[in-house]
């Protein structure tokens, strides 16, 4: 059978940014780029092809501006580059949850690094600070799981992640990213789906695994009807969820209660707010805590900096007093709920970017550990560059926004000695890393 026979038709045609009023086009895809999508230049600029490796050869249509470029489409695969190997999911292609399954170990390995490694180097870090990619087996602990009731209810409802650059929902009946207890909550919200939402609403389920049990929040534009209120506990006897929240503006409606769902943080229980923030695999967590705690060695007292729930801060604890601090309210007051019988643990609520603390009181310190949100903190790593701790422990999700805040670190007298990049959005271009910083 030829390459384009077995290959016809990869991508199933929708409407969206794709106008059909252009003609397709041939393209040759030169490489993978940061975001996980196959590059190829068209006229002069770069065209972004979901699910595509370098060396495909393909027919594709081209959509909407994107990053200096135009989004494509593969309609098909002429010719398959040499780095493809078979997905392991049949959703791939199509679902916006994974980008990179279509890849052998060397090409998906290159990929994940690749942007790190461009990313130092765009401000003068030499890449051989970077270990080898530490891989987690696959399996996240947390989902937003996008749910569409047709309006005709009688209709199947679409339960899934989105389509990638699109809004529509790639309705989906197997899942390797999620862990098999969570996808099968996800299997039986599509069973109940038709009693908890009315006809045309759409809602988020954001479905985390803690360790009392599976904790539901629903996120909807709508309030919840009477109904609704008695499938969903009735939902949460059948699939033994710890919670279920309805949230609905930002206001939460608690719908049932089961267990007190609760992480267990080196021993220590943390009460789990509604969608509170947790590493999003197991085993990846695990990683990323034997390497801050490596980083930091045996230096006390240690900052804590966006402490979430306590994730580093309890295991920091071990080896001497750790000053928490984090800024949203609920994961802070769990936080200091789960800290309330740890003499070494102390905990502070505030907002790290428009607060940020003075070099002075930082340097009270003998280390930090800075663990920002994607937008990265470099206020703070400015203020941190002026402190002079010992050693900074910086754990990111972002390349592009760590390597703004190490630059910053650096110009201010600090030596990157390490940065561990691990895999804790497998099947992703994102990456995880922690970095260790000494003065
Ligand atoms: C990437 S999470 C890390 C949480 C924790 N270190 C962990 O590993 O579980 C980032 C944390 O920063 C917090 N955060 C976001 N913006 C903040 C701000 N302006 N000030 C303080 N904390 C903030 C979030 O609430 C979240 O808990």
């Not at 390459?3 to 003609?23: W, Y």
């Not at 502070?348 to 280390?367: C, F, I, N, V």
Request: charged residues 25%; positive net charge.
């Amino acid at each position: 059978m030829t390459e384009r026979r077995r290959e016809s038709c990869v991508t199933p045609m929708r409407s969206g940014s794709f106008s059909r009023s252009e003609e397709p086009v041939e393209l040759l895809v030169e490489r993978v780029g940061a975001q996980g999508d196959g590059i190829a230049q068209h006229r002069g600029e770069p065209v972004f092809l979901p699910f595509a490796a370098a060396g495909d050869r393909v027919r594709a249509r081209l959509g909407a501006k994107r990053g200096g470029g135009r989004e494509g489409r593969t309609l098909e695969r002429l010719v398959a580059g040499p780095d493809r190997v078979e997905p392991p999911c049949p959703h791939f292609g199509v679902c916006g949850g994974c980008t990179l399954q279509h890849l052998n170990e060397s090409a998906y390995r290159s990929v994940k690094l690749g942007a790190l490694h461009a990313a130092l180097a765009r401000v003068g870090i030499d890449p051989g600070v970077v270990a080898p990619l530490r891989a987690a087996t696959p399996g996240r602990r947390r989902a937003r799981i996008g749910i569409e009731m047709p309006h005709d209810t009688t209709l199947p409802v679409r339960i899934g992640f989105r389509e990638r650059f699109q809004h529509r929902l790639v309705d989906i009946n197997e899942c390797r990213l999620l862990e098999p207890a969570l996808f099968r909550v996800v299997v039986e919200l599509r069973r109940a789906a038709a009693a908890i939402l009315r006809g045309g609403m759409r809602a988020d389920a954001i479905l985390t695994r803690t360790d009392s049990g599976i904790d539901l929040l629903i996120e909807a534009a709508e309030r919840p009807t009477l109904g609704a209120l008695g499938a969903l506990a009735g939902f949460a006897e059948e699939c033994d969820l710890a919670r279920v929240v309805w949230r609905i503006s930002g206001d939460d409606l608690p719908v049932i209660e089961r267990r007190p769902p609760r992480v267990v943080l080196s021993g220590v229980a943390v009460p789990f707010p509604p969608g509170g923030f947790l590493q999003a695999s197991e085993p990846a967590e695990r990683i990323l805590v034997a390497e801050v705690l490596r980083g930091a060695g045996l230096r006390r007292p240690v900052l804590d900096l966006f402490a979430g729930l306590g994730t580093f801060t309890f295991p920091l604890a071990a080896a001497g007093s750790v000053h928490a601090v984090e800024g949203d309210e609920r994961a802070a007051a769990a936080l200091a709920r789960g800290a309330a019988a740890q003499p070494r643990v102390s905990v502070e609520r505030r907002d790290l970017m428009r607060d940020t603390p003075p070099p002075e009181w930082l340097s009270r310190y003998a280390a930090a550990v800075f663990d920002p949100p994607r937008a990265g903190a470099a206020r703070l790593a400015d203020a941190l560059a002026r402190a002079a701790l010992e050693t900074v422990v910086a754990i990111s999700c972002n390349p592009a926004t760590f390597v703004r805040d190490a630059a910053r670190l650096i110009a201010g007298g600090y030596r990157l000695e390490r940065v561990i990049p691990i895999d804790q959005f497998v099947w992703t271009a994102h990456l995880e890393l922690v970095a260790v910083f000494r003065h």
